[in-house]
């Protein structure tokens, strides 16, 4: 695997499927960003990080399990509707938002140690969502088997995720400027950041299946 296959390859499937992920996520994107606007306008600057961390907490289990779960069956040639997918995904719910309140916690406390090790923290952990959605592990245990199956393929998992954050940070800052004109057309254009940056987990889950999801399914076989 390269960089390059793996984002054409994620690419093509976010394009191909986007008449379903849309519907499947992008709702819950809207209603994370018009919370964490308000919560914007209630509490001072100082104050809103861990208001907004705890927003995302709410509401991005949903999405993002369910983009797996989506992700998942398209593997597997099983199809499930959209509500279908978001009762499984509130299944899971407990147990990811665990795992994301302790995935945050870790990688913020990396960013504190001058950003390097929060990113090393990051990438350490992408595989952690998909061992609890998929297989079924505990938070602790997705994280710790995450840091393991992540070996070897920590500088393409750096790399691709960097590609496609680096435009949407950029943009980040041109959305937020818009937003204190026009607080509609910001949550419109953060919503369509937080739906694009799903790229990130579709290529993720691109070198999980591929590498070290393959390799241990071959071992069992073996």
């Known amino acids: 695997m390269n960089p390059i296959s793996v984002l054409r390859d994620t690419w093509f499937f976010f394009t191909r499927h986007i008449g379903t992920l849309l519907p499947l996520c992008l709702p819950w994107i809207i209603v994370e960003t018009l919370v964490q606007q308000q919560i914007d306008v209630a509490v001072d600057s100082q104050n809103f990080a861990p208001w907004g961390m705890a927003a995302g907490l709410v509401f991005y289990p949903m999405y993002t399990a369910s983009l797996i779960l989506f992700m998942i069956d398209a593997g597997e040639g099983r199809e499930r509707g959209v509500r279908e997918l978001w009762n499984a995904a509130l299944r899971l719910w407990p147990a990811f938002a665990l795992l994301s309140a302790l995935s945050s916690l870790l990688i913020l406390v990396g960013l504190a140690l001058y950003v390097l090790p929060g990113l090393f923290f990051m990438v350490k952990m992408t595989f952690s969502e998909f061992l609890l959605v998929q297989r079924g592990n505990s938070p602790i245990d997705a994280m710790r088997e995450s840091f393991r199956l992540t070996t070897g393929h920590f500088f393409l998992l750096l790399t691709t ?34 739906f694009f940056q799903l790229l990130v987990t579709v290529a993720a889950y691109r070198i999980f299946i591929l590498g070290p999801g393959r390799e241990e399914n071959e071992g069992r076989e073996a």
Do not use: N, R, Y
Not at 163 to 189: F, K
């Open 161 to 194: 995720t960097l590609v496609i954050l680096a435009p949407v940070w950029m943009a980040e800052g041109w959305i937020t400027q818009v937003a204190q004109d026009s607080p509609g057309l910001g949550v419109l254009l953060h919503s369509l950041s937080g």
